[in-house]
């Protein structure tokens, strides 16, 4: 396993937390919120359909861990989803995320009713997409995200896309890579690498 030393704390690349230019980097160190679409991103977009009509959906626990990390540091995480699902209330409810919004069409309108609560401006915002839905609310933040396997329009309107795939690793991945701009990667693993912190 490759592994990198990140001030002095050991850090494998798996999730692809890798150099980005300075003007991202200015970027990300004005980061204070995080939103996370949920198909595509969060999962890797497959619906598990039930006999009963209900759905489902598969998350990565290791993308999960990253959202802890970023809510250890002080950053706030939000969910805006296109469509509506109880899998997903359950699960922004074990990672305590407050600000979810589901089966919104027009997402700028969620993504304003998260600056009015929050009295967070734009360059305080990152939002990691996948699909053309995602698109106007890219063009507000300061961070834009997409996932690798996000659809090709999408691209273009990204300030970073991810090395990892939607619903396995992508999370992580800016999780990780936010925390170490902000140089804050050491406080919130510190108990992981050290005996004495456990």
Partial sequence: MNATIFRGFPMTNETGAVPVDEAVKERILSVRLVIFDVDGVLTDGGITIHD???????????????????????????????????????????????????????????????????????RHMAYVGDDLIDIPVMRRVGFAVCVRDAVEH?????????????????????????????????????????????
């Fill in 154 to 198: 999408v691209k273009p309107f990204a300030h970073y896309v991810t090395k990892r795939p939607g619903g396995r690793g992508a999370a992580r991945e800016i999780c990780e890579l936010i925390l170490q701009v902000q140089g804050l990667w050491e406080g919130v693993t510190a108990r992981y690498f050290h005996e004495d912190l456990a």
């Fill in 52 to 122: 009963d009509g209900s759905e489902s959906k598969t998350f990565d626990v290791k993308d999960g861990h990253g959202i802890k990390l970023l809510q250890r540091s002080g950053l706030q995480v939000a969910l805006i989803s296109g469509r509506f699902c109880a899998s997903v209330e359950h699960r922004a409810k074990g990672l305590g995320i407050e600000h979810v919004y589901q089966g919104i069409h027009r997402k700028v309108e969620a993504y304003e009713k998260i600056k009015a609560s929050t009295g967070l401006e734009d």
